[in-house]
């Protein structure tokens, strides 16, 4: 099993700044075969959308509405995946959560409890 523990969301102004992490922790199997990690985000009375992911080599993925502000890294060594967000806008508040892909012995896929981002003047 894997747990995944975000940080680092709160209340930012338009234009602001703001890095989320999330560590994975669990049982070794597990974690060494983690393979996807992802940023996903609900805003109130929307669908959870992808906002980015990365594969344990690197490759990244983003969605069109945060290309070119949002950074999306991963510590393979710490189990953790990063989201720096710049130039944060006002339709960027949502819930942010983190999901973790892992391919020991079958498909499955983890979730955190979500961290809530607002971004507010």
């Known amino acids: 099993q894997v747990q995944l523990v975000e940080s680092g969301g709160g209340l930012v102004q338009p234009g602001g700044s703001l890095r989320l992490d999330c560590a994975a922790t669990?049982?070794?199997?597990?974690?060494?075969?983690?393979?996807?990690m992802g940023w996903y985000r609900q805003a109130p009375g929307k669908q959870r959308e992808l906002v980015a992911d990365i594969t344990r080599s690197g490759s990244t993925n983003y969605a069109d509405s945060v290309k070119g502000r949002f950074t999306i890294s991963r510590d393979n060594a710490k189990n953790t995946v990063y989201l720096q967000m710049n130039s944060l806008k006002p339709e960027d508040t949502a819930v942010y959560y983190c999901?973790?892909?892992?391919?020991?012995?079958?498909?499955?896929?983890?979730w955190g409890q979500g961290t809530l981002v607002t971004v507010s003047s």
């Open positions: 669990g049982s070794t199997v597990y974690i060494n075969s983690i393979s996807m």
């Open positions: 999901k973790a892909v892992t391919t020991a012995y079958s498909y499955r896929e983890f």
